[in-house]
């Protein structure tokens, strides 16, 4: 299977519980936010969700007979400062498929409206297609939503998305 049409095809309705099947990540463990907090609690959220969504993807991946995907959350160790948490790649290349950026949030939102860098923008531009931006909110919340969002440049060129400055 095609590295694109594998990530487009994994289903996250049976990951949507309060604890995710066969793991320690749960949800209500999940500190909340403070004001002026962009340290311990926000990395630590940001932390989870890119772990959920790397655990849910390197699943499905091994459940395609013969494998093809190989899966790499970047951040594993340590915050890695690139564009991307996650990388998907075909069995065998030495060079990613896709990129993908994982935002999220503790409350469950109407508005799915989310903080992205230059860098990531920047980094979205160039890689197009080929990057997707997972979105979770309502972490703590009885329902985690996930919504993903591939080539966020198409999305705000043909005004499905549109950009705000916050100061």
């Known amino acids: 299977m095609y590295v694109k049409e594998f990530i487009e095809n ?4 049976e990951w949507e519980d309060r604890v995710h099947p066969g793991s320690q990540l749960e949800r209500e463990h ?3 936010p403070r004001p002026g907090d962009l340290t311990d609690n926000t990395l630590r959220r940001s932390r989870w969700a890119e772990q959920f969504v790397f655990e849910k993807l390197a699943a499905a991946a091994s459940a395609i007979p013969g494998g093809g ?8 160790m340590e915050e890695s400062f690139q564009p991307f948490d996650i990388t998907i790649q075909k069995e065998g290349e030495d060079t990613p498929n896709l990129y993908i950026e994982v935002k999220s949030t503790i409350e469950e939102e109407k508005s799915p409206s989310f903080p992205i860098s230059e860098a990531e923008l920047d980094f979205a531009r160039i890689m197009a297609e080929r990057y997707f931006v997972y979105r979770l909110s309502g972490l703590q919340g009885s329902q985690l ?3 993903q969002l591939a080539n966020v440049v198409n999305l705000l060129q043909n005004g499905a998305a549109t950009l705000f400055l916050q100061l």
């Open 10 to 13: 994994v289903s996250w309705e």
């Open 30 to 32: 999940l500190p909340g």
């Open 69 to 76: 995907q190989k899966i790499v959350w970047v951040n594993e």
């Open 145 to 147: 939503k996930v919504v």
